[in-house]
């Protein structure tokens, strides 16, 4: 068997001193200049199309998302964090890496993310746990130390981000209203729990290869086009 | 038993963590974004915009992409990919209450993705918006929240044996 030695780190040799010519200590300025000068320019989004060393590798940013201020990395990121597709992209992706993490802790497939079932696992989850209850759960979440705390996480997300970037506004309604909105909730989340996942778990079982959920996803389409259609109709109506 | 990454000793402390910070990072994205899965369909059917639409569209698109390249990484935790080919076409992912036929999986999809679909447009945002406006502070949003909680419990204590006792009742039982 071979031993490991200092020729299998070619970072190690550059910087070994027994080992090394002046050779490798020639070049480390220039990949410390390398790696210093490309994450200054990551954090600082300087203009990196004035600078020739970079050109080459200018990310090429699609069309949709080009104007006079994607030229810098930073501004590109910002762009892309305010584009569904990206968010999309990103749901999908960490999704599957999430449950090739955390299957052994049971629980159903295609469970990484949805709204109504890990709002259900965190609500049951700690009731259970606060009232010694035993309400229904998925296994992912009875096993767990805690629930699955990915809607939490939605919430302090959300207000971190409105906040942030001063849109988190206080806006009141009637009680009325707040009346439709909680017994809607209650009904939403029901009907979703029927079915086994928000329109996000239809998604993500529709990825996973579950047809049922295809079914799903037409049938919200239709009702969501029957609901747009009767808002179109009450507009006119009120318009005329 | 599927068996992920972790084992099942340290995957029962990470599911919290790791949940809660992919919850940051979709809640801080969306508020951005403003995401929604029925805004897409609606503004699609309404005024022909694309962009809320393409995010859903993405989502499924990804979500099969990820699948697959996990299911070549860790073939152990991705043990019933592709669904369709490995446990029938028509039997759906467990998550819906137990103990039915295989039809009455198609009409707990059909049924309630219309009236979700219907809902939900009427309020104007699906359940992730509502929850991205309520950390924003629509008051409005909130009390879909709250709604939400309450009928998890009610979920779990009333309507899940409501429904099953209701298909059986209708001959749907296995």
Known sequence: MRMFSWQDCWLGILYHPQRSTIFPYALSPFILEFAIGNSIFFLIGAKINRNPYFQKTLIKTPLMLRD?????????????????????????????????????????????????????DMVNGITNIVAHTDLALAAISKNSLLPVLSVAGVLIGGYIASTFHREHKIRKGTKKEYFIYFIAGVLVLNLAMIFGGCPYRAALRTGYGDLTAVLFIVAMAAGVILGAYLMLKKAEKEAV | MATGILPKEAAVFFVPLVTLLLGLLIGYLAQRSGYCSIGGFRDYFLFRHTRLLSGYLTLIVAAFVGYLIFWFLTPAAMEHFFWAFTSGPATPIPGAPGGLNTVAYLIFSVIPGFLVGFIAVLLGGCPIRQTVMASEGNYKAAWFFIGMCAGSILFAALVSGWVVALMKALGFGV
């Open chain 1, 68 to 120: 006079e201020y994607s030229n810098t990395i930073r501004s590109t990121l910002s762009l892309l964090s305010r584009h569904p597709a990206f968010l999309g992209a990103l749901i999908g992706i960490l999704a599957a890496c999430s449950q090739a993490l955390l299957i052994s802790a049971g629980g159903p497939e295609a469970y990484g993310f949805c709204v109504a079932c890990h709002t259900r």
